[in-house]
T-cell receptor
């Protein structure tokens, strides 16, 4: 079955500390992978995406993610977290043939301590 | 630049009532989607459309109907609302193919409560 798992429901980090949010997927076809961010009361915004090629992808707001096929993972990282990064983060998987029919993970809520 | 606009943003219904959520996009996107978001479950696809006049079922279509009479609009209907349909509903749109595939543009959501 196709699925996305984000093992951490809630993470708290101190401002300025590094961040890694985990994402594991199960997908039969060649996956397209995405990270979206949702600020409170808002819709989701695309942070970054992986289609093919370089397995380390850069996104907006200083985020990056690394695709590891052998581990079926696509973890999101940021070297130094800012208070404005507090939000909910969603990993998603899709496929070229599926258009925007993405499968989303459960989400990880990020809190940032001053 | 409005992007994706959803109306209404909030609605309270009684069990058995009907309602329609409207989604409008001004980006000339071919594809449009309705997702629901529930705590601990991420987003789940209800219905989607790959073009004007076409609709298809997603992961959780039961109890919902949709229509795409105009390219820019995608309507989600609840004919007989149930408490299990209490949720936040998100409309999204995207280009149809290529490297833009999967890059969804979301509305701000519509919070529906069914009593």
């Amino acid at each position: 079955a196709q699925s996305v798992t984000q093992p951490d429901i809630h993470i708290t980090v101190s401002e300025g500390a590094s961040l890694e949010l985990r994402c594991n997927y199960s997908y039969g076809a060649t996956p397209y992978l995405f990270w979206y961010v949702q600020s409170p009361g808002q819709g989701l915004q695309l942070l970054l995406k992986y289609f093919s090629g370089d397995t380390l992808v850069q996104g907006i707001k200083g985020f990056e993610a690394e695709f590891k096929r052998s581990q079926s993972s696509f973890n999101l990282r940021k070297p130094s977290v800012h208070w404005s990064d507090a939000a909910e983060y969603f990993c998603a998987v899709g496929n070229y043939n599926q258009g925007g029919k993405l499968i989303f993970g459960q989400g990880t809520e990020l809190s940032v301590k001053p | 630049n409005a992007g994706v606009t959803q109306t209404p943003k909030f609605r309270v219904l009684k069990t058995g009532q009907s309602m329609t959520l409207l989604c409008a996009q001004d980006m000339n996107h071919e594809y449009m989607y309705w997702y629901r978001q529930d705590p601990g479950m991420g987003l789940r696809l209800i219905h989607y459309s790959v073009g004007e006049g076409t609709t298809a079922k997603g992961e959780v279509p039961d109890g919902y109907n949709v229509s795409r009479l105009k390219k820019q609009n995608f309507l989600l209907g609840l004919e007989s609302a149930a408490p299990s349909q209490t949720s936040v509903y998100f409309c999204a749109s995207s280009y149809s193919s290529g490297r833009a595939t999967g890059e969804l543009f979301f509305g701000e959501g519509s919070r529906l409560t069914v009593l």
